[in-house]
């Protein structure tokens, strides 16, 4: 085994996962999520709170997914596997659009890039979750993945954003291999999808894939089988401090993949969040071991990470997001972000 990804060959130094579409609360509510310009600044640019003007850079690429979208009757349908509101195609079509909006998303970061010094910032675009409750055979899942693909790829080439944006491929939405049969085998369907996206070409460079498992997940290590470039592995530590974070860092470490640092808005108001946060960025600067010995380096340093901070959260505050909110704040743990982004150990 190999460890974790040098830079040069996943080509990812940090991304960033900017959720649109809907999220689905625990009680069927959708929750709308979008990016305007204003939102995209503190995630491109660090600012020097003492001169106003930007002194480093943020993150390098952008993930751009969903969990859920709407239907015709403006019902919630689940773009990950879902038994009960799998979404179908013209659902599909409908993230899709979200992603296209004018002034939103793709084309808000766009123009906020125009304005900045940076150069183009590279682009990756979930792939919807092919359900074989709706599409109930390996070649019709892979068919569908691949047609939704091939629009996307028509309606990028229509826009005018190269010279902001570069679209570097597609990431794998559903966290874990689920279905195992003669005729919906996730293995099957990920390993025929990675070979198309494989043989696309977008301005004469060759697309890439990669996917975020889940700690333990089924097939998690199974990434580079699966056909995919590039995967990060997702501690969980954040969210369940049950799970072992050097765990997760000693397999990443092991099987040549990244690591995700995983927060939300708790980060704003709630000790003990920030103090788990913290534990991600202090064991990525220093290394360390698992309970079982096996040791892993400085990934801060060292690996391609994933960023998950959350997605809108609409309250009687107003709209907020994780990140965004402490840069509005002038909260210092955005501070300790950007430290941990360049590079740039605690003193």
Not at 78 to 86: A, Q, S, V, Y
Not at 317 to 344: H, M, T, W
Request: hydrophobic share 35%; glycine share 8%; proline share 5%.
């Amino acid at each position: 085994m190999s460890p974790y990804p040098s830079l040069g060959k996943g080509q990812i130094d940090q991304l960033f996962l900017a959720y649109t579409g809907y999220s689905i609360g625990t009680d069927g509510t959708p929750h709308y999520q979008f990016w305007e310009r204003g939102d995209f600044l503190p995630l491109l640019t660090h600012t020097d709170p003492s001169t106003g003007c930007p002194d480093g850079t943020m993150f390098t690429d952008f993930l751009f997914l969903a969990l859920g979208i709407l239907d015709d009757n403006g019902e919630g349908k689940i773009l990950t596997r879902d038994e009960k509101k799998p979404a179908n195609w013209n659902e599909w079509l409908r993230y899709m659009n979200e992603l296209f909006l004018c002034d939103r998303n793709l084309d808000a970061l766009c123009q906020v890039v125009r304005c900045s010094p940076l150069c183009r910032i590279n682009i990756w675009i979930a792939l919807p979750y092919p359900n074989p409750q709706i599409f109930p055979t390996d070649r019709l899942r892979v068919q569908a993945v691949t047609d939704w693909m091939c629009l996307f790829l028509n309606r990028w080439s229509c826009q005018s954003w190269d010279d902001c944006l570069k679209l570097q491929g597609f990431y794998w939405l559903q966290e874990s291999l689920y279905f195992r049969g003669p005729e919906n085998d996730d293995r099957l369907v990920i390993q025929n999808v990675n070979q198309e996206i494989h043989a696309c070409k977008l301005n004469g460079h060759r697309l890439r894939s990669i996917w975020i498992p889940y700690q333990k997940a089924n097939g998690w290590n199974e990434w580079e089988t699966l056909g995919f470039d590039l995967a990060f592995l997702q501690p969980n530590t954040y969210f369940n401090p049950q799970k072992n974070l050097e765990d997760a860092a000693a397999d990443a470490y092991a099987y040549g993949m990244g690591v995700e640092i995983e927060f939300d808005l708790g980060v704003t108001y709630d000790k003990a969040k920030r103090e788990r946060l913290r534990a991600y960025l202090q064991a990525g600067e220093t290394g360390g071991s698992d309970l079982q010995g096996r040791s892993f380096s400085p990934y801060m340093y060292e690996a391609p990470i994933a960023w998950y901070t959350g997605g809108w959260f609409f309250g009687k505050n107003g709209r907020k997001q994780a990140v965004v909110s402490l840069y509005q704040s002038n909260d210092p743990l955005y501070d300790e972000i950007y430290r941990f982004i360049n590079g740039v150990a605690e003193l």
